[in-house]
């Protein structure tokens, strides 16, 4: 088979599209707050991809029907302003061939669509429950940082120290080094512990800012208060814990 | 070398065939009903699978011969109903690119022989030993669901909770994105220590019913009274449980 | 790079040559066995072969001189009888495809010369010390079993209970189902802790009088009543025991 | 995506070129001594290499610009002697199949601009602090030795015992087997638990005498005594040692 197969389930045509990316990683963080747009925005799915550097593995919806692990590019329209794309998805690669492999593929098919500028989402652990989490950034070209300092993101020398592993760095890298698409990667601070809207939501404000969009945060927010309710309260009887639901299934 | 072969022993004419498919895997649940109906109504072989995503391996018969590791698919005409062919196997892939490969490969011999319907059989792990295992299915396509119900398969809401991970599931769910075959899972359960017939017994009494099959159970009944005879007094000595014997060896 | 490469290091003229393959493994029986056989019958190199299955490394010479992993294949022409080749080499392939590769590969070599017959040679674990090692069989055809009998190697029922995994095993299952060689399997018994003449000795006495070798088994002989004389003072100290030198360095 | 990706940063015309290669590995040793060369004597990159047998990662310099992990080649002409080219990086293949395609890949382009002679640089691993560390050599060819010999380098029977495992070997193995190519391996002592300095120096020492080079010592000699002295009072202390900043960052 195919290593990699796209499955094209929408062509529309894009106006000089911008890339956000938010696979599943460090507390989620990245996939919550692109799940979060796709869901609010109401976006559209445009493509599928398939392949073996996915789990060998089927997910079960409630009617139970099976679902084949994917990752997903979804469109929005707007008038006045450059098209927004979200890549999501079930799983990032498992093997390091494959975390290559995906990047560029999917790196190769946004090229074809003339994006422009990609923002890869992300955790950065800390290790410890974070009252007030910071969004870090990296970028590919140093003259991005002085507008992103002003929205509010940070750029604390020596953090993060190994580097950003993961489709979130590469998609960067390669971007920069294959195919001249500018980027950059946000980083939620998080404990890393579980599913955790609320590095997400400080992810969600700057981007709102940065791409001028139109979001109301108020579902993540109450989600993110519930879930701090539950973790404190746990914390106090000195359990360890697992959330469970759809939304945050992936770290349940 | 090709990285799977195919050894084509029959070449049968076949009448819209349905698979159905029994790796080893969970409880050893799936390969023991697939390959008692291999054995039960008198399948012939028709194809032998080799490939370097199987272990590097032979298994030895009892007169000293050695048998390359392999995957088979076996077959049986009827005058009045679609014929039945059967996947068994010595393993599964040991890799997600062979599981992928494996599963695309065999998809695309069983489309050349205008397989319409595909059910996978595997276990569901319940981590203690249960009286009376329920057959728990997963569909391709949702409208297959109502008469799967009517023969006893159960659809519980968010079981099983991390999708079906191996063959079993990634045959439905690469028949249903690139080969439009449908397909069912049904999954018995079982406590997953040892190799289980019971479960083995309740799929076998359902897909009895759904391929209309003149099938006689006793024996996998009989067999399935003496484990649990063993089990049952091992589990009051309080003894780790190992079984052997050539039907049982995969988990022996 | 190609995945393997072949140095033809020399071309005779081999007449219906049989094969005896040796790598590392349990005991280091087959290789001891093989090397002894090259070193006696004054065997000259006939073929490299270098992999990216093979670990990454180089071995260090007492001259000072880097040699890169490598299998080889060694011949002996006789007038009266066939031509001998023994595989010999630094390591098996540590991945599963390598496996599969690699001897694909060398039997398809071994086919271009005629080769008519392999035996490979292999240790089989009893994890303990054994006083009088016993030589198991394994054939691709079953009509190979009673002259194998009669030359001493035993077939007892259920073992080697898991098959044979690794290059004794593949050479011959590959060789049965795409080559249509015939192979056997010799397994001497070895506790398996350390590099083990004594089961390799066992091995040379039958392959002696099968291939009707003029072989002085003194030398093998004497080096392993001083491993038996060092592993018994051991013992009796209660002492983990680890040997070296140039011949036992493998497992050393 | 190709998977190895060569770009080629400047052309210049090279004079019988040496390589110098020191890939990160134990002690960090070779990559210590080869960052220094680069830095001290101010040469130029020609090459960087991407690669999917690097890890998914990208590295974060001060600025906040990310920088995907890379394989480098510098060069430095000189007017009376042959022009020097050092291979520096950020990783080794984490793969064996990597190791053997990215050595197969540079040496194709080492081969191309003629480089005649390489010198791989790397720790050799004592597992104790040494005061004094020797400098041990390894070649292609046993004429090599001697004039090594006079320079300090030792070659003391049986060490390493393994051999040499990961690019600096691997280089030399498929230099001698597949490219004709002269090469030598200069392993410094080092306990392998910190980035060690002291081993790079003694390599460094040799090869400014092998290459003639107009070298200056001090300032690693100064960072490996400041390395020393903290290792020192963290040994009196009885604590475990992990240093950090931008050169030592490997291992820190």
Redesign the interface.
């Known amino acids: 088979?195919e290593k990699i197969?796209l499955?094209e389930v929408r062509k529309p045509r894009l106006k000089s599209p911008v890339l956000v990316g938010g696979l599943p990683g460090i507390g989620n963080v990245g996939r919550i707050a692109a799940e979060y747009l796709v869901e609010k925005l109401k976006m559209k799915k445009m493509w599928?991809l398939?392949?073996?550097?996915f789990?060998?593995?089927?997910?079960?919806k409630?009617?139970?029907?099976?679902?084949?692990?994917r990752n997903s590019v979804y469109y929005k329209k707007f008038r006045d302003k450059p098209d927004l794309l979200v890549l999501l998805g079930d799983s990032q690669s498992?093997?390091?061939?494959g975390?290559?492999?995906i990047?560029?593929?999917i790196l190769t098919m946004l090229k074809n669509v003339h994006v422009s500028m990609i923002y890869t989402l992300g955790g950065y652990s800390t290790g410890r429950i974070v009252e007030d989490p910071r969004v870090l950034?990296?970028?590919?070209?140093?003259d991005l940082?002085p507008s992103l300092k002003k929205s509010g993101v940070v750029?604390p020398?020596?953090e993060?120290g190994?580097?950003?592993?993961?489709?979130a760095?590469?998609l960067?890298?390669?971007a920069?080094?294959?195919f001249s698409i500018d980027g950059v990667?946000l980083m939620g601070e998080t404990s890393g512990y579980f599913a955790d809207p609320k590095g997400a939501i400080k992810i969600l404000v700057v981007l709102k800012e940065i791409l001028d969009l139109d979001l109301d945060l108020k579902e993540l927010q109450i989600k993110s208060k519930q879930i701090e309710e539950i973790t404190g309260r746990i914390q106090e009887e000195n359990q360890p814990y697992s959330p469970s639901g759809e939304d945050l299934g992936y770290f349940g």
């Open positions: 088979m197969i499955n599928d398939f392949s073996q550097f789990p060998p593995q089927v997910l079960i409630e009617n139970g029907e099976i679902n084949l692990v498992t093997t390091q061939e975390q290559y492999e990047s560029h593929y950034g990296a970028v590919t070209r140093k940082v750029f020398k020596g993060p190994g580097g950003i592993v993961g489709s760095g590469l960067l890298g390669l920069k080094e294959m990667c």
